[in-house]
């Protein structure tokens, strides 16, 4: 049973194709050559002193790899006689971990957020890791960084390009990493992964006025996110009901709709902060200013790598102020370093997740959970929805003073607003006539 066993377990990918082994004529047996599934070269085995040592040949000609196993065999000889290490092997595994670490470090010092590192160390383990496992570091090559890519593009469901991007991107890092630190001798090339620009899910004027309203109606409501079964007992997809109206299926959550979603969908658009900084907003990163134009002055944390100061429309004022009324009367604080949104809640991830879950219950009362094209929307769709109606609507806005304002990219503003811009939107562009020709038509 344990032959058969054997006999039917799949060969590993990165073991010896037994039909290719091939051993180098005048030296000893135990140099030899074969290939495997990882790669398309030749690979090179020796087995001295207690241990195996592999290499890529890289080249795919046998007669080109047998002159290499044989430079590798001198090359290991000349180091015992030396007294050398004959290996010096450094797993990935090992390189991912290091680069994490340094991550952690980076975090500690306020240079990345600490969602950018929980996103990293989750795609690390989930799949990179498991799928590079121990391979040394400096025999991945080209073809096993394709073959990940592959790898990626079969998965079920479905990932974006942008995703797997994502995960090939922190490839090339924990390959950049391990250079850096002398552990890997030569970067290899990394397969292209190509782009894919997913507009980004806004609201309407129309569809906006329906959001601030509902909320506003919504607010002191209660809940209930359950799941039910259809007629052959599997439970479906879960859905918002009012409290008490349904007492079927499995109870997920409760959730009350606070005053402070109907001030977020008003302050967000107004500001055209990111739902990061919304929880971490606190009171000494916001001016109020009065001057010939009255707005908010703020300077939340750094985030995306932008820390510039953003100035709001006139209405966050407002926002703001009732905000600090509200929390004021609650017995809330209201002083420098406490937080605008929520301040009762120290764990902001779990107090941005509650403003999240009320958006989703006022998303689902709407229908407004996608857009006319199909794109998701959720808390930052807020954001979108304010740089969004400055396009449209504000007067002779250039894409840098935009951008430099919402803490993004001017790249990032028309790969992702603009491009949305409906020929419409822009009537009066394409029906204007430059002032020389109108003269010359009238004349």
Not at 36 to 62: F, H, I, L, N, P
Not at 400 to 418: C, G, H, K, Q
């Amino acid at each position: 049973m344990a032959e058969e066993r054997t006999a039917n377990k799949p060969r590993h990918r990165t073991q010896p194709i037994a039909d290719s082994i091939t051993h180098v004529k005048g030296y000893p047996r135990k140099l030899t050559l074969y290939k495997c599934d990882a790669s398309r070269y030749w690979q090179v085995r020796y087995y001295a002193d207690g241990k195996v040592m592999r290499r890529s040949t890289k080249t795919e000609s046998k007669r080109e790899a047998i002159e290499y196993a044989k430079r590798y065999y001198d090359e290991i000889n000349l180091k015992r006689a030396m007294g050398a290490a004959l290996v010096t092997r450094t797993a990935f595994s090992q390189c991912a971990e290091q680069l994490l670490e340094a991550m952690r470090a980076k975090l500690a010092r306020g240079q990345l957020t600490k969602d950018t590192v929980d996103i990293a160390d989750y795609r690390l383990r989930r799949s990179v890791i498991p799928y590079f496992q121990n391979t040394d570091i400096n025999d991945i090559h080209y073809e096993h960084l394709e073959g990940y890519l592959s790898h990626l593009s079969s998965q079920q469901p479905p990932l974006s390009v942008t995703t797997i991007g994502a995960y090939m991107r922190l490839v090339k890092r924990i390959l950049s990493d391990a250079y850096k630190r002398r552990l890997l001798t030569q970067m290899p090339h990394m397969p292209a992964v190509g782009t894919e620009d997913t507009a980004r899910g806004y609201f309407t004027a129309r569809e906006y006025r329906r959001l601030h309203s509902r909320a506003r109606a919504l607010v002191g409501k209660r809940f209930q996110y359950r799941v039910l079964k259809d007629e052959c007992g599997e439970e479906q997809t879960g859905d918002y009901y009012e409290y008490g109206k349904e007492k079927r299926g499995r109870l997920i959550r409760t959730v009350t709709i606070t005053r402070e979603l109907m001030e977020m969908t008003v302050f967000m658009p107004n500001t055209y902060i990111r739902p990061t900084d919304l929880k971490n907003l606190k009171h000494k990163h916001v001016e109020i200013v009065r001057d010939e134009y009255t707005y908010l002055r703020l300077n939340p944390p750094r985030s995306k790598k932008h820390d510039g100061t953003i100035v709001s429309m006139a209405h966050a004022v407002t926002v703001y102020e009732r905000l600090t009324k509200l929390n004021r009367e609650r017995g809330l604080g209201v002083e420098a370093d406490d937080y605008v949104f929520l301040p009762q809640y120290t764990n902001r991830d779990y107090a941005l997740k509650l403003l999240q879950q009320q958006f989703d219950v006022l998303l689902r009362q709407l229908g407004l959970e996608r857009d006319v094209k199909g794109n998701k929307r959720s808390i930052y769709s807020l954001r979108h929805t304010g740089i969004m109606f400055r396009l449209m609507y504000g007067e002779k806005m250039d894409y840098v003073t935009l951008a430099r304002n919402a803490r993004t990219s001017a790249e990032m503003i028309d790969r992702f607003y603009a491009s949305q811009l409906e020929s419409e939107q822009n009537i009066d562009l394409i029906q204007s006539r430059r002032r020389r020709n109108r003269q010359s038509m009238e004349n």
